[in-house]
């Protein structure tokens, strides 16, 4: 039986995420890229070269695009405040969605976006920590009761700073850092800018994830604050549940990126149970177990992600294909539980004082 061609367009060069996403769907056997859309032309010029997409498939104006492209799918990049206006606009065209982290600015923000999409279309939030091997074999070994019933989860999350690197992970100099920071909205608080908003809802949701879909009962954080800047560039967010506490840490700043040379501390998720410990570290090719049994740690490992859980284009055409929901930190109802931790967090750094939720 010959499979669909999904169509997919992607609109929003605000996040670099959207070289990768673009990438994933022309790699993809069951995939035409119709369409890319940007109000500034010159941030699509990277993806047009390296994805070599034709020029009459390149747009400045985003109904233009949707109207003349008509995508199954579209992926959506724009920067973090204003996910709610942009779902807005492209959900009345139809296509399913693909929207990179965060979720939302805000809750309500996210209940909007739920609530703008038409009841078939589905809504995928895309948190690419999901896909790496060690995450997933983290959340194998949970499943299996490897560490009995979890009750802590811990989780450090960061990189050098978004501005050091772009498409493809494609390092950038310090001068061009350095160039680019006045005008970058993820320096701006009105853009949703800093490393809380910008990492927060990998450790919240991710950490949702490992523990069930079980919300905490109140959120206590604390920010930085850079002289010179508007917006933290580190935050530690305490959750407590009824079961435990878990610590969700956000840092640009590390000393080194995650996906070149690990830094110290690890960035990653050290998970603990009533039976033992998991420590995940992004891009590692292994988790460190430690269990009653064998309490001395132990070296487990995390083969490559087999399809279709390899990265999120592929797992949304899957599950369309198959008329089935989203499962983990993409669906939804664990997307929506890490952003009213995300919401408390912001207002207790706001205010000084513990969030319940």
């Known amino acids: 039986?010959?499979?669909?061609?999904?169509?997919?367009?992607?609109?929003?060069?605000?996040?670099?995420?959207?070289?990768?996403?673009?990438?994933?769907a022309v790699e993809h056997p069951q995939v035409e890229l119709v369409g890319i859309s940007d109000e500034q032309p010159a941030r699509m010029e990277e993806a047009v070269r390296k994805l070599r997409i034709p020029r009459d498939r390149v747009f400045t104006n985003e109904a233009e695009c949707l109207e003349k492209t008509r995508p199954d799918v579209v992926i959506l990049c724009p920067a973090a405040s204003s996910h709610g206006e942009w779902v807005r606009r492209v959900a009345p065209a139809g296509a399913h969605l693909i929207v990179e982290k965060p979720f939302a600015a805000s809750l309500k923000e996210a209940d909007a976006m739920i609530k703008a999409m038409p009841k078939d279309r589905t809504l995928m939030i895309n948190w690419p920590l999901q896909w790496l091997r060690s995450h997933r074999k983290a959340?194998?070994?949970v499943q299996s009761g490897v560490i009995g019933e979890v009750l802590n989860v811990w989780h450090f999350g960061g990189n050098r700073g978004p501005l050091w690197h772009g498409a493809d992970k494609h390092e950038k100099t310090a001068e061009q850092v350095a160039a680019e920071k006045p005008h970058s909205w993820f320096y701006q608080r009105k853009h949703g800018g800093g490393s809380l908003l910008d990492y927060l809802g990998y450790g919240t949701t991710l950490g949702t994830w490992y523990q069930g879909g079980r919300r905490p009962i109140d959120v206590t954080a604390v920010v930085d604050q850079p002289p010179g800047l508007e917006v933290d560039e580190h935050s530690i967010v305490v959750a407590r549940y009824a079961h435990g506490l878990s610590k969700f840490?956000?840092?640009?700043?590390?000393?080194?990126?995650?996906?070149?040379?690990?830094?110290?501390?690890?960035?990653?998720?050290?998970?603990?149970?009533?039976?033992?410990?998991?420590?995940?570290?992004?891009?590692?090719?292994?988790?460190?177990?430690?269990?009653?049994?064998?309490?001395?740690?132990?070296?487990v490992a995390a083969p490559l992600p087999k399809a279709p859980h390899r990265n999120p284009v592929e797992y949304l055409l899957h599950c369309l294909d198959r008329g089935e929901p989203l499962q983990g930190p993409v669906s939804l109802p664990i997307s929506r539980i890490g952003q009213e931790i995300v919401d408390a967090a912001v207002k207790s750094a706001a205010t000084g004082r513990t969030v319940k939720l």
Request: charged share 25%.
């Open 1 to 24: 039986m010959k499979k669909r061609v999904w169509k997919i367009a992607g609109i929003n060069f605000d996040h670099f995420h959207m070289g990768d996403l673009l990438r994933m």
């Open 139 to 141: 959340h194998d070994l």
């Open 249 to 299: 840490e956000t840092r640009w700043g590390t000393f080194t990126d995650p996906w070149t040379i690990p830094p110290q501390p690890s960035c990653g998720f050290v998970i603990a149970g009533t039976e033992g410990t998991i420590r995940s570290d992004d891009y590692e090719a292994f988790v460190t177990v430690q269990t009653r049994r064998r309490p001395k740690p132990a070296m």
